[in-house]
């Protein structure tokens, strides 16, 4: 069977999880910020909503945590899926992030227990909230977070 060579599968993409249950392909080997504000395009968001992704296990990335002109290949590995979080900053200081597929718990039920969990985050730390979002707390001193 002959192959075109002018038409490839795309080697390296990301599928991002949204939505009913819609999905959507991503090119990752570009500058973490143009990743972002492609995504937020694409699933109709406005500029100024931040958004971050979770794995299939609702592990957080933290692409809005890294620096903006960092390549998103260097943090994501192609062709894994990801889910879309919204990320709201809280009058506390704090940062809830909530997961934006909808169904989240028939779908992706090991996302849906550690994103909605009251008592830990990604990274395995305790969290206050008790609903579905996580909270993450600045530290006062450094700036950073715990």
Known sequence: MYENPAVQEPRMFIKVLYGDNEEALFNPNCRTLLLLEHIKEKVGYQPEIDIDLSDENGFIVH????????????????????????????????????????????????????????????????????????NRQKSKKSGKRR
């Open 63 to 134: 692409l809005l945590r890294s620096p903006p002109l960092q390549y998103a290949s260097d943090v994501l590995e192609s062709r894994r899926t990801f889910i879309l979080l919204k990320v709201s900053k809280n009058e506390d200081g704090t940062e809830s992030v909530e997961p934006m597929l909808n169904n989240l718990r028939a779908n992706r039920p090991n996302a849906f227990e550690r994103l909605t969990s009251s008592n830990y985050d990604s990274r395995g730390q305790a969290l206050d909230a008790g609903d579905k979002r996580i």
